[in-house]
């Protein structure tokens, strides 16, 4: 009697063969020797030296292949997803657009990819002991070159720089503050294929109570985004910063903190600025370049800096004070207010008060992108002329330049100075 099919013994199937190596394309071939042959121009050496090899030898040269970096969350931290989204893309797209040299259209994307590709190569006995002698030669002189403008190392420090800008935007210090862990390369599993890998971690923010004016208040610790396994550091003034006659003995450490009416004024008065804008300022102005200025009253302000070509331009004052050895940021000024040199010489000029500043909406940012300023020449002739206000309208670089001004609120204001002598 004739089995039936259920019965039949199953026939077992080979396990298929995988071969080692990333089976790439003709055009993705194609790609990387062409980047190849610019990342060989770019270290100083003749791409014909990449003719020396054969086309098998080629294509073995690139059997490894380096992705480039991924974003991912440190196991344990609150990092939300969109966070993560965000870093990767401008991480990606800032190695796309910056030359690691111009001249050769070499990018950092093509040195964190084909480049170190090819230096593990050069690198592994596996390739070089197929070479012949001229080819060996060549292979050494060109990881020498590689090795020279030491471009793992270069391309690691670049990575992080462009993450820690980033983590800069993200960070809050009245809620988290985001770090990450130096870049790792992490072979992928049974296949021959290396990955940049980057863990992103997040600390709570630190609090502080203070009294001020018989208050107590809250301010919290501005910290800095950790870089690698350091511990969590913060912004601080020297003493000696604020009072330069200051005693040597007596200078001393300050650590900054900033209480939530200063974020939230800092918000408020920069309105026409994306949040990683404002916090990009906020570093710049109490961690990376530290300054002080005495305002018209009296007191020292720290000024919050905006870049502008090759120097920084005041956008706006913090006013803060001392308690023990804190530092202690308590509002945000607006650039023309009473208390600051630029408020205070528009209100004298035009005879305005503080009020009527508010009134007009100067108190905000928003202001300079709003109203047609060269229509109303008293306002223009202090503004632009005298105090060269004129580089608040690069603060916010995603405006767009061909959105017009608003009628409504030049009118408004050309009306309130309708009356105002030419001065």
């Known amino acids: ?83 993560l989204t965000y870093i990767q893309y401008m991480l990606i797209s800032k190695l ?50 590689l090795e020279k403008k030491d471009i793992f190392v270069s391309c690691q420090e670049k990575i992080k720089e ?16 985001y770090g990450m862990l130096l870049p790792e390369l992490h072979p992928v599993q049974n296949r021959p294929v290396v990955r940049n890998r980057l863990y992103i971690t997040a600390h709570k923010c630190q609090t502080l109570r203070f009294n001020y004016h018989n208050y107590e208040r809250i301010a919290f610790r501005f910290l800095l985004p950790p870089i690698g396994k350091e511990p969590l550091t913060n912004a601080f003034f020297m003493m ?14 300050l650590d900054v903190y900033i209480q939530s009416h200063a974020i939230h004024r800092f918000k408020e008065r920069l309105d026409i600025l994306s949040p990683a804008i404002r916090s990009e300022l906020l570093h710049i102005s109490l961690s990376i370049i530290p300054k002080v200025v005495r305002g018209t009253d009296g007191k020292m302000y720290i000024p919050c800096n905006m870049p502008d070509e090759k120097e920084l331009k005041a956008i706006g004052y913090f006013a803060f004070t001392i308690s023990g050895n804190n530092l202690l940021i308590l509002t945000f000024l607006p650039l023309l207010s009473y208390r600051v040199p630029e408020g205070y010489l528009l209100g004298e000029r035009l005879h305005l008060s503080q009020e009527d500043m508010v009134y007009l909406g100067m108190d905000k940012l928003k202001f300079f992108y709003e109203v047609d300023i060269e229509q109303i020449p008293a306002l223009k002739r202090i503004l632009f002329d005298e105090l060269h206000l004129n580089y608040l309208h690069k603060a916010n670089p995603y405006y767009k330049t061909t959105v017009p001004f608003s009628e409504k609120r030049t009118a408004f204001v050309k009306n309130f100075f309708r009356d105002v002598e030419d001065y």
């Not at 994307?109 to 001229?134: H, K, N, P, R, W």
């Not at 462009?162 to 503050?177: D, G």
């Not at 000696?240 to 450490?253: A, E, L, M, Q, T």
């Open 1 to 83: 009697m004739p089995k039936s099919k259920n019965n039949r013994k199953k026939k077992k199937k080979n396990p298929p063969v995988r071969s080692f190596g990333v089976r790439l394309s003709n055009s993705s071939l194609d790609v990387c020797y062409a980047t190849a042959r610019r990342i060989i121009k770019a270290l100083g050496e003749d791409e014909a030296l990449f003719d020396v090899f054969t086309k098998r030898q080629k294509h073995r040269m690139f059997i490894v292949t380096v992705m480039p970096p991924h974003i991912l969350a440190m196991p344990g931290h609150a990092v939300p997803k969109s966070f």
């Open 96 to 145: 796309k657009q910056l030359y690691f040299d111009e001249e050769n259209k070499v990018t950092w994307m093509d040195i964190a990819t084909v480049g170190e590709g090819m230096m593990f190569s050069f690198m592994a006995d596996g390739y070089t002991s197929f070479l012949q002698q001229q080819q060996l030669e060549v292979a050494q002189r060109l990881l020498a070159a």
């Open 162 to 177: 462009m993450v820690r800008i980033s983590l800069i935007s993200l960070s809050q210090p009245n809620f988290r503050t």
């Open 240 to 253: 000696s910063w604020i009072f330069p006659n200051v005693n040597i003995k007596h200078d001393r450490r």
